[in-house]
């Protein structure tokens, strides 16, 4: 009997790009913000004893010693540590820093359990307060009408608060999704808005709970070529069902050669200067953000064609360790090239939101032998002479007469090693029952 599907939810930032229009004004928030949060942190510093309070009672607490209570101002009362040294505070800028610090200083605390307030006199709250700069976290009441590309949000210029409406660009916000606390993030002369989404999801299971159920996988390699990803579509008794190819290996190569041809001539030895060391990191950025690229795009195909066959599981290699290119001269190939470990990653996060798992298993023999029949392999390429170290051939043939594309069987074997597993879990499973 098929298990019912259990829902949840997962959480997404969204990364949006502000236009250039009063970006001194989020300069000048994020400067008071930081110093509101500075000044709940020292607060914090001289009565640790209050981080064992529970969060709320904690912020109520933190709340009375620095704003005080209208009991405080009838009673004339002086408020310990007061804000009067800062402009108008709004409330919910307030309770967003103080959230913030008590997040700091419990994570401080935590890292620093036996650190001394004092020696000889000599006060050490001051010196033991975290170097920070941190974002500033906008609740409700500091932000209000979020559209597609413009949000409002309450912003300080230096003298007082404005509300001003900020445009950005990036990929749309889901319209079935919850918006949480949007982040203000500044870099150099750019701001962003990261804004958590928070998605449900229509499929929590574990992958044993899909198996169990009769689901099909997808085992995918990534053999480098211009195949960037190849598929199987895989059943549980192991069979193979079809392939799927990921294109774009060679359109990706051209663009990178390209600015690598141009990367090698600033490495020569008479145009080595300031000057050009800065074109060349430009160059090398470039090289990595076309890999970025490609490795979303590829892992989106991926889910796309998932999602297409109804497949809830994938599996793929699990690549512990960083491949040394400098002595695996055979792969014709460069730390900037293969992207099969990027994909993998953008995989991971992007599979859940939609109901889908990512799995991994180890990638011993997964490459060198037959899907088939085990036997060791040997790769070729058309016109060349097979050999079972031509780990850059995308055809293969083994002693049994079996042939074919490389990449699909390596995925192939992917697909078998993580039934096998499976299998193997069953059957310590039945042997527990008895």
């Not at 997040?103 to 010196?127: C, H, T, Y």
């Not at 749309?172 to 919850?178: C, F, Q």
């Not at 290699?317 to 470990?341: N, V």
């Not at 594309?405 to 390596?410: I, M, Q, R």
């Amino acid at each position: 009997m098929m298990k019912e599907e259990k829902k949840g939810h997962i959480i997404l930032t969204y990364r949006l790009r502000f236009y250039d229009k009063h970006l001194d004004w989020l300069w000048q928030t994020k400067i008071l913000y930081n110093k509101v949060v500075e000044h709940y942190c020292k607060l914090l510093m001289e009565h640790l004893e209050l981080l064992n309070f529970g969060s709320y009672d904690l912020m109520r607490e933190l709340e009375m010693m620095s704003v005080g209570t209208k009991e405080m101002k009838r009673n004339g009362q002086i408020v310990p540590y007061s804000l009067h040294d800062f402009p108008t505070i709004p409330l919910y800028f307030r309770r967003a820093a103080i959230n913030c610090a008590i997040s700091l200083m419990r994570s401080f605390q935590i890292q620093n359990p036996k650190a001394p307030l004092s020696v000889e006199g000599q006060d050490l709250i001051s010196s033991r307060v975290p170097v920070f700069s941190v974002s500033p976290v906008y609740y409700k009441g500091m932000y209000k009408e979020i559209t597609e590309n413009s949000i409002w949000l309450k912003v300080f210029t230096g003298e007082r608060w404005v509300w001003n409406c900020y445009r950005f660009s990036g990929r749309p916000l889901p319209k079935d999704a919850v918006l949480l606390s949007p982040v203000i993030c500044i870099e150099k002369k750019q701001a962003y808005l990261h804004v958590p989404v928070k998605k449900m999801v229509d499929d929590i299971r574990t992958v044993k709970e899909r198996i169990q159920a009769g689901t099909r996988i997808l085992a995918v390699s990534f053999p480098g070529s211009d195949s960037i990803a190849v598929a199987a579509v895989m059943t549980w008794e192991g069979g193979f069902e079809k392939a799927m190819f990921f294109h774009g290996g060679s359109e990706l190569k051209a663009k990178r050669n390209q600015l690598k041809r141009r990367l090698k001539k600033i490495k020569r030895p008479k145009m080595q200067n300031e000057w050009n060391e800065a074109i060349g990191k430009r160059y090398r950025e470039k090289i990595q953000n076309i890999n970025e690229y490609y490795a979303h795009l590829i892992s989106r195909r991926i889910l796309d064609y998932c999602m297409k066959q109804k497949i809830k599981v994938i599996v793929v290699p699990k690549y512990q360790h960083t491949i040394d290119f400098s002595k695996k001269q055979y792969l014709e190939t460069d730390a900037y090239e293969w992207i099969g470990r990027k994909i993998i990653r953008f995989l991971k996060y992007k599979a859940f939101s939609e109901g889908i798992l990512v799995s991994t298993v180890p990638t011993i023999h997964i490459s060198d032998c037959c899907s088939e029949c085990g036997a060791k392999i040997k790769r070729y390429n058309e016109g060349h002479i097979p050999n079972k170290n031509y780990f850059g051939g995308q055809l293969f043939f083994c002693p049994n007469g079996h042939r074919g594309n490389s990449g699909l069987n390596t995925a192939r074997n992917v697909g078998k090693r993580f039934f096998s597993y499976y299998e193997e879990w069953l059957a310590e499973k039945d042997e527990g029952k008895e």
